[in-house]
């Protein structure tokens, strides 16, 4: 049964610091991009930060280049979501994803909140 948790959201002051901790299970994670979507109340879901399977490049959303850093440790089966300077503008649901070789291999955590504010 494939698994993607989600943790660590939550309230936090802007320009802080908070990361986001994505654990995955019943696939072969080494073989799957990672990557990081948000959704803001009334929007879109929209894309933050992807990782790919065995090289490791990123990228990154415009709007949080520079601030995020999403990593991997396959032997772990987690990717994480290092999220710093944080903005208002930042608060929403982060949702995890997991993409295989195909459409039928696409995976997506329940959610975790994060609030940005004073």
């Known amino acids: 049964q494939v698994q993607l948790v989600e943790s660590g959201g939550g309230l936090v002051q802007p320009g802080g610091s908070l990361t986001l901790t994505c654990a995955a299970s019943g696939f072969t994670f080494s073989n799957y991009a990672l990557g990081w979507y948000r959704q803001a109340p009334g929007k879109e879901r929209e894309f933050v930060a992807a990782?790919?399977?065995?090289?490791?490049?990123?990228v990154y959303a415009d709007s949080v280049k520079g601030r995020f850093t999403i990593s991997r440790d396959n032997a772990e089966n987690t990717v994480y979501l290092q999220m710093n300077s944080v903005k208002p503008e930042d608060t929403a649901v982060y949702y995890c994803?997991?993409?295989?070789?195909?459409?039928?291999?696409?995976?997506w955590g329940q959610g975790t909140q994060v609030t940005v504010s004073s």
């Open positions: 994803n997991a993409a295989g070789p195909g459409p039928e291999y696409d995976y």
């Open positions: 990782i790919h399977s065995y090289g490791g490049s990123t």
